[in-house]
């Protein structure tokens, strides 16, 4: 059985084209989506491939219908196929049922892995270089230093609620009652000498 998925980014965007052309093939059941590509939950795309049997074939308009990025689609499309269902795409005539479309689809998962692989040793380079010019990465301490003496400060006026503090300065509750935990720690205190009296030196110690 062929189920179609289509998906469109916002309300303002029309999915006729998508649907005419997936009923066009023979799909039996249409899924859609109107969410933008990047994000994670999809409730049309989950259902669709919670359809899709051992022998069935997810069909989509386009491949970017489908991926939030070509490593997400690699995944989506290795995961249906490990459970034994095809995945077919209408405008690149991609159909991994066929031996030549598994063959583009192994070229796709090729480039996939070449990118993460490309990512991976920019990332590494790019720190290496960092590390060799005694920078380690991540926020400056003086940053810190300075939100933290600006939210004590706030602190001290009862005006200001916890809510409004963490808005001026910029960070979360969580951060806020860190740093106020740190200033409210009791500090060590010097053990304090016995206050002079009337009666010294001691009787003892009289001649």
């Given amino acids: 059985m062929l189920i179609g998925y289509a998906r469109v980014s916002t309300t303002d965007q029309n999915l006729d084209l998508q649907m005419d052309a997936l009923q066009a093939t023979g799909c039996a059941q249409l899924y859609t989506d109107t969410v933008s590509g990047a994000t994670v939950d999809r ?12 022998g069935d074939t997810l069909v989509v308009w386009k491949l970017d219908r489908l991926g939030r990025s070509l490593p997400h689609l690699v995944e989506t499309v ?12 209408l405008q690149e005539n991609i159909d991994t049922t066929t031996s030549g479309g598994s063959l583009i689809f192994h070229i796709f998962a090729s480039l996939a892995e070449f990118e ?3 990512i991976r040793e920019r990332t590494n380079a790019g720190l290496s270089a960092a590390r060799a010019r005694g920078r380690t990465g991540g926020r400056p301490k003086g940053v ?3 939100k933290q003496k600006a939210a004590l400060a706030l602190k001290q006026d009862p005006r200001h609620s916890v809510r409004e503090i963490c808005e001026i300065v910029g960070i979360s509750r969580n951060t806020y009652y860190k740093y106020t935990r740190a200033d409210d720690t009791p500090h ?12 010294w030196p001691p009787a003892a110690q009289r001649w």
């Avoid at 409730?43 to 051992?54: D, E, S, V």
């Fill in 144 to 146: 810190d230093q300075k």
């Fill in 188 to 199: 060590p205190q010097r053990p304090r000498r016995p206050a002079p009296s009337d009666d």
């Fill in 43 to 54: 409730p049309g795309l989950t259902a669709a491939l919670a359809a899709c049997r051992k």
């Fill in 78 to 89: 290795r995961a249906l196929g490990d459970r034994g269902v095809g995945f077919k795409s």
């Fill in 116 to 118: 993460r692989d490309l």
